[in-house]
């Protein structure tokens, strides 16, 4: 079965700092991978996607993350953050079986310090 | 020209009432999911439908029941609530299912509900 697995469920930065989160998956075959981020009180809208084009992913509000196949992982970095990026973030992968459902991974938060 | 929507935001009720949550969308989508978020954010699939037809049905309690009169609502019954029922559930449609793979999925607001 397809997992993902985020390392630290807490992260503060920065602001203007370089963000890191953290992002491994487990599949047999090259999975589809998502980043969603999640802020305060409200749904969950989907930053970038990997899905088998380009391994360097660009996304919205400058992030962008890399799939790496020999670490098996797709970690998600943005350059400078702002107070606005302070929010939950998962990773996901999609189900290969055909059904398109996502499986998440437990969600880091994202504090920015001014 | 909300994309996802959810009925009610919120719902506080008591243990053992039977409750209903809304979910449309007007993205022209052929698949809906109910998705449910415990208290430590943990977000796991319950239920898919594709054109009405029922696609995913995760190891929920048979008290919570799906029903999709059109491809365009997805609604979600719970009968004889509990008080780990109470979470918040989201709504998401995608354009299809069944293809391969990589679609994205839209997400609705979310329906807190608390079950005292």
């Known amino acids: 079965a397809q997992s993902v697995t985020q390392l630290g469920s807490h992260v503060s930065v920065s602001e203007g700092a370089l963000v890191l989160l953290r992002c491994n998956y487990s599949s047999s075959v090259p999975p589809y991978l998502f980043w969603y981020v999640q802020y305060p009180n409200q749904g969950l809208q989907l930053l970038l996607k990997y899905t088998s084009a380009a391994t360097l992913v660009k996304g919205i509000n400058g992030f962008e993350a890399e799939f790496k196949k020999s670490e098996t992982s797709f970690h998600l970095t943005k350059p400078s953050a702002h107070m606005s990026d302070a929010a939950e973030y998962f990773c996901?992968?999609?189900?290969?079986?055909?059904?398109?459902?996502?499986?998440f991974g437990k969600g880091t938060k994202l504090t920015v310090n001014p | 020209d909300t994309a996802v929507s959810q009925t009610p935001k919120y719902l506080v009720t008591q243990m053992g009432n039977d409750k209903s949550i809304k979910c449309e969308q007007n993205l022209g989508h052929d698949t809906m999911y109910w998705y449910k978020q415990d208290s430590k954010k943990f977000l796991k699939i319950m239920f898919s439908?594709?054109?009405?037809?029922?696609?995913i049905n995760e190891t929920v309690p048979n008290r919570f029941s799906p029903k999709s009169p059109d491809k365009a609502h997805l609604n979600l019954h719970i009968n004889s609530l509990e008080l780990g029922d109470s979470a918040v559930y989201f709504c998401a449609s995608s354009q299809r299912a069944l293809s391969a793979g990589g679609e994205t999925q839209y997400f609705g607001p979310g329906t807190r509900l608390l079950v005292l």
């Open positions: 996901a992968v999609s189900d290969l079986g055909g059904s398109e459902k996502l499986v």
């Open positions: 439908y594709n054109n009405k037809e029922l696609i």
